[in-house]
């Protein structure tokens, strides 16, 4: 059993409530069992929901695509540290910032499956399994963060709201193969690992790993993790020797993982390369130097006074900052700044994931109830734990946790997705307490409506619904056209039998609108021009520039660029912003069925919603 930490404001109940049954050497134990039911409820569930309406066995978002392509490339022969996509962008190719982390394990379940089914096959059933493979790390870590603040019950409610959390976002859905999904995985299981009772070494050193494959895997999860490092930093400046073995298993860990995946991923040749985007000398060397020296400090003076800790771990802060500013001070600022201005305004401010939260709530204002109301709630919650004296180690991890996710979220609304995931822990405890109350005492209406409605709040989706139902009923009053579910639209120029035509032209170069790019690439033997991918900035804006000018000008670009085929589809969303700015461009030209002489339709696809055009040489 933990022991209690009257220091950290540990409470001999919860504590004990959360600790493993007699015997057992985990905490993750009294676990297996409800998690694997879960599981297997999730995959039936997921089943039935995912051929019931099936379109593709990939997922709709680009990435899910391109990562497929990155995989086909790997298994097809090009090398592990390759990352060009020599398809892709101008003549030159463009190097993808991806890692080759998350292509390993969907590469090695293709080749498993290609023992024994055909290869379409077999790639359709990595991309089924892969993605509820990722959930099992968000359900276990979950569940556990329940029991620690709740007990058994908390447990069980933790485990119910981490099921619906999986079930009710895209990034779990079958064909979902970026790396979101395996990003949750990792911040779920170093909060869990953070918060255990007693702080456990062995946990500390697995969210020390955890940490280190986050960086790996992408940039985005950065701030979560010089958040994770300022909490373990924190605790030892506080606690001194009663958490040396902790920190010093985070530190040690996180230097020799990132140090592990630094040359296990990053080809010597780039060894000099300091990107911002990606695991490179940048990333690898500040964690290193920032977790090393940690380490040594807290080796050397977890003993002394705090003064003396303070002083030390001022000395590692220091130490850090100066080397970043030394060898990358240019990943201080947002990676996205030395994008083109061109690109800001006609794609990157069309991105959802990239809106803020003046621009979500300008555009979609009832959409901010499933983005931002249960973490706020949340982190509420934990202040008043915090401020009642119960296990605020826990409540304390929490909290910054979800604040810096927060913070994310109203810069760019994907961090809203690890808030809400985060947001589970605090309210499964709540929601078991409730409970308890209400079962305690079942004639009162109050408490039970007390309880029903906070496990409610606790579900990201339920305000997402209230708010869509709401926005749909105030169209209605207002007379307004009531909004829909999306339609399938956006595929009609994307799947295969859109691309088929496409296939069939002469391998050569494609230009069309960004969202294209990725389907042309799994489609198709072609080179796409654009694809949204801000390292293909040269290939995004000769597409924009060729679409904006006048015909007499496009064709220069398109012929400049070596393009054979250029692909228009009218209902992709670029055509219609392009065609607004400018009406006198190429792309508004051909929206109005006026088609310069340079360009020679395809047979075919005159009707198709994917017209095709040869330019003339």
Not at 196 to 212: D, E, I, K, N, Y
Not at 499 to 516: D, H, I, K, T
Request: hydrophobic share 55%.
């Amino acid at each position: 059993m933990f022991k209690s930490n009257p220091v950290a404001g540990q409470i001999g109940p919860t504590s004990a409530a959360a600790a493993p049954r007699s015997g057992s050497l985990s905490p993750l134990a009294p676990l297996h069992r409800p998690v694997l039911l879960a599981f297997v409820l999730l995959v039936a569930l997921t089943v039935v929901m995912h051929f019931s309406s099936y379109v593709d066995y990939v997922g709709a978002d680009n990435d899910d695509v391109m990562r497929l392509v990155e995989v086909r490339d790997l298994l097809g022969g090009q090398g592990w540290f390759d990352l060009m996509q020599y398809r892709l962008g101008l003549e030159s190719g463009t190097l993808m910032h991806w890692s080759r982390l998350i292509d390993l394990p969907i590469a090695n379940l293709i080749m498993f499956f290609s023992l024994f089914m055909s290869p379409v096959m077999a790639e359709a059933t990595a991309l089924f399994v892969w993605p509820l493979l990722t959930t099992l790390p968000v359900l276990y870590a979950l569940a556990l963060g329940g029991a620690i603040l709740g007990g058994p019950s908390g447990r069980l409610i933790g485990l119910v709201l981490a099921f619906l959390f999986v079930l009710g976002i895209n990034r779990f859905q079958p064909g979902s193969i970026d790396h979101h999904n395996v990003q949750l995985g990792l911040i779920a299981t170093i909060a869990a690992c953070l918060i255990l009772p007693g702080r456990p070494p062995f946990a500390h050193a697995l969210a020390g790993v955890a940490a280190a494959l986050a960086i790996a895997i992408g940039a985005e999860t950065t701030p979560h993790i010089a958040i994770v490092a300022a909490i373990v930093a924190v605790q030892w400046l506080w606690l001194g020797e009663d958490m040396k073995a902790a920190a010093a298993a985070f530190a040690l860990a996180m230097a020799a993982a990132l140090t592990a995946v630094f040359f296990l991923t990053v080809p010597p040749a780039q060894y000099g390369l300091v990107a911002c985007d990606a695991l490179s000398t940048g990333f690898y060397s500040l964690g290193v130097v920032g977790a090393g020296a940690f380490f040594l400090v807290v080796s050397a003076v977890s003993g002394r006074s705090f003064v003396t800790r303070l002083a030390a771990l001022g000395g590692v802060g220091a130490a850090t900052i100066g080397f970043t500013l030394l060898i990358a001070p240019q990943c201080l600022g947002n990676p996205l700044a030395t994008l083109d201005p061109l690109l800001v305004s006609m794609w990157l401010n069309n991105v959802t994931e990239a809106q803020s939260i003046v621009s979500q709530l300008r555009a979609e204002p009832w959409t901010a109830g499933g983005f931002y109301t249960v973490p706020v709630l949340a982190m509420v919650l934990c202040a008043h734990r915090i401020r009642q004296g119960r296990n605020v180690h826990a409540h304390g991890v929490l909290l910054a946790l979800l604040a810096v996710s927060w913070a994310i979220a109203l810069v760019q609304v994907r961090g809203a997705v690890f808030s809400n995931m985060l947001s589970a822990i605090p309210f499964a405890a709540l929601v078991a307490e409730l409970r308890q109350r209400s079962n305690a005492d079942p004639k009162n209406l109050r408490k039970g409506l007390v309880f029903a409605g906070s496990a409610f709040a606790a579900v990201p989706f339920v305000w997402a619904l209230s708010g869509a139902l709401l926005s749909m009923g105030v169209n209605k009053v207002n007379g307004e056209e009531v909004g829909s579910l999306p339609t399938q639209q956006e595929n009609l120029c994307t799947d295969a039998a859109a691309m088929a035509p496409l296939a069939r032209e002469p391998v050569g170069v494609v230009a069309g609108p960004s969202n294209l790019g990725a389907h042309i690439l799994r489609f198709t033997s072609h080179r796409a021009i654009a694809a949204p991918y801000h390292r293909n900035q040269g290939g995004m804006l000769t597409e924009l520039h060729a679409g904006m000018a006048t015909p007499a000008d496009a064709v220069k670009f398109l012929r400049g660029a070596g393009v054979t085929v250029l692909a228009f589809c009218k209902s992709d969303g670029e055509i219609s912003n392009v065609a607004a700015v400018a009406p006198d461009g190429l792309y508004a030209q051909l929206d109005k069925g006026i088609v310069p002489d340079w360009l020679a339709p395809v047979a075919g696809t005159e009707n198709s919603p994917l017209q095709l055009y040869r330019i003339s040489p």
